[in-house]
């Protein structure tokens, strides 16, 4: 069976002056289709980095990434961007919505964006998602009016809007209160559970990782290979 992630022998070196700060040595990470898997690690561990690198929005110093089988690390600028958009899905601390923009079109954005703008088909896939999410009844609302928890479940229904390959979380539920992040993480547990997406979740959240069903620990920019663990998510 294909990987939806093999990550190999990253490494990322940052330069600053005359000084070299090593913050990923020779990590690994492989996921199989449908796992849900927790990142974990203090702050300063390398995981924001790695998850950069992964998501094509970093070039690491060294290594190689495939991505449900193809190798993404060697693509050009202009198609590590298209690769993103239409291979990858991202759900951010900060939803990162267009304030502006209704919920049915910020969930149709990434694919009106990746062809000829918002269509019929497009329209009726973000209807789907936002009712997947349970927001049929806020499709037409500017996501300003929203409440935080319902930006990030509209920020998960436009993180699959176009059938990735891999969704990317970076510390989901960090700016939501208990009841909304209960609510997201349940709601990412579903969609992986019932329709086989892959997640990689960055966090340093004990209660977010217990929804997952395998953890792995960068420590120091290194994976602690005794911590990557198959657990038993909460239901």
Not at 1 to 20: H, Y
Not at 111 to 120: E, I, L, R, S, Y
Not at 149 to 155: D, E, N, P
Not at 196 to 225: N, Q, Y
């Amino acid at each position: 069976m294909t990987a939806s992630l093999d990550a190999r022998s990253i490494n990322m070196t940052f330069r600053n002056g005359d000084e070299l700060t090593r913050v990923l040595v020779d990590v690994n990470v492989t996921l199989a289709p449908g796992e849900l898997v927790a990142l974990l690690g203090a702050s300063g561990s390398g995981k924001s980095t790695l998850l950069s690198i992964v998501g094509l929005l970093l070039r690491p110093t060294a290594g190689i990434i495939t991505i449900g089988g193809e190798r993404a690390d060697i693509l050009s600028d202009a198609k590590s961007s298209r690769f993103r958009n239409t291979r990858l899905g991202f759900i951010f601390q900060f939803h990162n919505l267009l304030p502006d923009f209704t919920a049915l079109e910020n969930v149709g954005f990434p694919a009106a964006a990746a062809g000829d703008g918002m269509n019929a088909a497009i329209r009726r896939r973000a209807e789907m998602l936002l009712s997947r999410v349970g927001l049929s009844e806020r499709i037409n609302f500017p996501a300003a009016r929203l409440s935080g928890g319902q930006k990030q479940r509209v920020a998960i229904a436009r993180a699959l809007m176009n059938h990735p390959q891999l969704v990317l979380a970076d510390e989901p539920t960090g700016s939501l209160d208990r009841a909304s992040a209960d609510q997201v993480l349940a709601l990412m547990r579903e969609i992986n559970r019932e329709d086989g997406t892959t997640f990689l979740v960055c966090t340093h959240d004990e209660r977010v990782a217990s929804h997952c069903t395998r953890r792995i620990t960068l420590r120091d920019g290194r994976i602690d290979s005794a911590l990557d663990t198959q657990i038993t998510p909460e239901t």
